[in-house]
T-cell receptor, first 114, second 116 residues
Framework: AQSVTQLGSHVSVSEGALVLLRCNYSSSVPPYLFWYVQYPNQGLQLLLKYTSAATLVKGINGFEAEFKKSETSFHLTKPSAHMSDAAEYFCAVNSGGSNYKLTFGKGTLLTVNP | KAGVTQTPRYLIKTRGQQVTLSCSPISGHRSVSWYQQTPGQGLQFLFEYFSETQRNKGNFPGRFSGRQFSNSRSEMNVSTLELGDSALYLC???????????????FGQGTRLTVV
C-alpha cells in the first residue's frame, strides 16, 4: 500500500525566502507523485507531477520538485516566496495500475510573512 | 474547456437526513473520484467510478454510496447523516484507463456539507 508523509503541518517563511515543503512516500511499485495546492474554500490545483523522464520537475508559479528514489522523497521548493503562495500544499501518490486512487499527505500550510 | 463542476457548493442538513451531491467531470474524462476532506482526517478517498462501475472504494461505511451515469456525471449519496459527516466533499475527474498512470486528476471546488 502507498503512503505519503509530509513533514511539518505548518511552514512559515518571509517574502523572498526559499520555500521547502517536504514529502516522503512509501510505495511498493514505481510511484506516480503529485503536488497540489489548495487556496481557502477552493478545490485542489495541480502544481506539478513526477514523470520518469526527469527527476527534477518544474511546475506552475515557479515551483519545482526533485524525485530522489534513494531517499523516497519528492520535496517541493521555490527559490523566492511571494505573498500569493500562502496556501495549503498536498503531496499525493497514485496507486497506479488500472485504478485511479490518490493517497494524500496531511498537508502543509504555508504562511508568507511580509 | 469547462472544469469539474460540483453542485451545490454549500449544504446544511440535519442529523438523520440524507444528501445527494453532484459532479460533472471535464468533457472527455470518464473516471470520477470522490474525496472527503476534514481538518482531522485530511483528504480521504471515498470511491472511483468508470463507465458507470465502481472500481475502487475507500474505507467508509455503507451509508456512503455513489453512482455514475452514461454521460460520466456522478452523484454521491450519504444516508442517515451524522455530525461527523460534516466536511468538504471533492470530486475529481481524470481520463481513465488507457491514460498513463501519472495523468493528473482535476478537482472541482467542492461541496461544503454541514450537518447540524
Amino acid at each position: 500500500a502507498q503512503s505519503v508523509t509530509q513533514l511539518g503541518s505548518h511552514v512559515s517563511v518571509s517574502e523572498g525566502a526559499l520555500v521547502l515543503l517536504r514529502c516522503n512516500y512509501s510505495s511498493s511499485v514505481p510511484p506516480y507523485l503529485f503536488w497540489y495546492v489548495q487556496y481557502p474554500n477552493q478545490g485542489l490545483q495541480l502544481l506539478l507531477k513526477y514523470t520518469s523522464a526527469a527527476t527534477l520537475v518544474k511546475g506552475i508559479n515557479g515551483f519545482e520538485a526533485e524525485f530522489k528514489k534513494s531517499e523516497t522523497s519528492f520535496h517541493l521548493t521555490k527559490p523566492s516566496a511571494h505573498m500569493s503562495d500562502a496556501a495549503e500544499y498536498f503531496c499525493a501518490v497514485n496507486s497506479g495500475g488500472s485504478n485511479y486512487k490518490l493517497t494524500f499527505g496531511k498537508g502543509t500550510l504555508l504562511t508568507v510573512n511580509p | 474547456k469547462a472544469g469539474v463542476t460540483q453542485t451545490p457548493r454549500y449544504l446544511i442538513k440535519t442529523r438523520g437526513q440524507q444528501v445527494t451531491l453532484s459532479c460533472s467531470p471535464i468533457s472527455g474524462h470518464r473516471s470520477v473520484s470522490w474525496y472527503q476532506q476534514t481538518p482531522g482526517q485530511g483528504l480521504q478517498f471515498l470511491f472511483e467510478y468508470f463507465s458507470e462501475t465502481q472500481r475502487n472504494k475507500g474505507n467508509f461505511p455503507g451509508r456512503f454510496s455513489g453512482r455514475q451515469f452514461s454521460n460520466s456525471r456522478s452523484e454521491m449519496n450519504v444516508s442517515t447523516l451524522e455530525l461527523g459527516d460534516s466536511a468538504l466533499y471533492l470530486c475529481a475527474s481524470s481520463l481513465g484507463p488507457g491514460a498513463e498512470a501519472n495523468t493528473e486528476a482535476f478537482f472541482g471546488q467542492g461541496t461544503r456539507l454541514t450537518v447540524v
